[in-house]
């Protein structure tokens, strides 16, 4: 019952977005409807994805830059030594 009544909710929310656009821009109904149905879909799948392969990269690439950019940091009171041909400096303390 509940997805029924979601399911209707939401027809009831793209068909009046589709009928409040066509008449603020003066064009028929049926010319927006694909517009209008293509993104509601976009939308809506975005919004209720669990995640998948793209939110698992973005996480991962983010959670790369974090640790870099931590490692990059000296700690507070901490001596900074690292050899000449070394890039990456990890501080330590005494």
């Given at each position: 019952?509940?997805?029924?009544?979601?399911?209707?909710?939401?027809l009831?929310?793209?068909?009046?977005?589709?009928?409040?656009?066509s008449?603020?821009f003066?064009?028929?109904?049926?010319?927006?409807?694909?517009?209008?149905?293509?993104?509601?879909?976009?939308?809506?799948?975005?919004f209720?994805?669990?995640?998948?392969?793209?939110?698992?990269?973005?996480?991962?690439?983010?959670?790369?830059?974090?640790?870099?950019?931590?490692?990059q940091?000296?700690?507070?009171?901490?001596d900074?030594?690292c050899?000449?041909?070394?890039?990456?400096?990890?501080?330590?303390?005494?």
């Amino acid at each position: 019952m509940k997805k029924l009544l979601s399911g209707l909710i939401t027809l009831i929310a793209i068909l009046s977005i589709n009928w409040l656009t066509s008449f603020l821009f003066s064009v028929a109904f049926i010319e927006l409807s694909f517009l209008i149905e293509l993104a509601a879909v976009i939308l809506i799948g975005w919004f209720t994805s669990s995640g998948g392969f793209s939110s698992d990269a973005v996480r991962m690439q983010t959670q790369g830059k974090l640790v870099f950019e931590w490692k990059q940091k000296p700690a507070a009171g901490s001596d900074l030594r690292c050899p000449s041909s070394q890039r990456l400096c990890i501080p330590f303390s005494l």
